[in-house]
């Protein structure tokens, strides 16, 4: 006799389809096509990073979403709408938008005050942001660590805001986190590639939208300038379409 033994976890990660039909519940505006292509497919990669085994969020991830985010949805015409996404998109994937915002905020501040050296140096200083960052190198040396391009991004973003201009000092940071710089070089070329396709499709629709503006005008101008004779001349001011 075989006895099949069958799991009794209910603990079942929803699917991919279920997370963005999540966002569309949760955003109901429609999204220009500029912005709503790259955010569907970072809402996919998002997606299969949270329900990875190995995940755990941590605020070096949230700084790299929350810039990815910001940089791409830099110029959307609301403010409050872009903001609405944002919350809508955290919250498709089951986590706290708020907790983002915060970490992104908080890391920010710190690597403002940090020299080159104390960024590199953080495992023999005490602090909030020093003991995330202890125990990010800590389960990245046991590979319990799940490494992704916002982390890569938001470890870019804390040498930025420390005005860390030398190459070497990633390389020492990724040495000092147990994580491969090669991953990272290679997830910050992929950032970059992106944020350049993306000032370049906003410069084509602001292109697309001055010629129509400027079409319109035109147009008007066509047509006052035909009732105008039609006035002069008697004419019933009636405009052929």
Known sequence: MVIHCMSTSTDVPPTVAETKLNFL??????????YNTVLQELI?????????????????????FV??????????PS???REAIFQAYIKALEEDPEKYRIDAKTLEEWARTQTPSS?????????????TLKDIAERAASGDFSYSRFFAVGLFR????????????????????????RSVDRDL????????KLVQARELQKEYVDREKKK?????????????VAKCLGEPQFVRQ
């Open 25 to 34: 519940k949760a955003y109901k505006r429609p999204i220009p096509s500029i």
């Open 44 to 64: 996919v990669q998002q997606h299969l990073m949270k329900y990875k085994k190995t995940y755990r969020y941590d605020p070096v991830f949230g700084l790299g």
């Open 67 to 76: 810039t990815v985010y910001d940089q791409l949805m830099e110029g959307y």
């Open 79 to 81: 403010d409050e709408d």
């Open 119 to 131: 960024l590199v140096d953080f495992s023999s200083r005490e602090g909030e942001i020093e003991g």
């Open 158 to 181: 804390l040498l930025e805001l420390s005005n860390t201009s030398e190459p070497t000092v990633l390389e020492k940071l990724c040495s000092a986190l147990n994580i491969d710089k």
């Open 189 to 196: 070329d992929v950032y970059r590639g992106l944020l350049s």
């Open 216 to 228: 319109q005008e035109e147009r008007a101008e066509s047509q006052k300038a035909t009732e105008t």
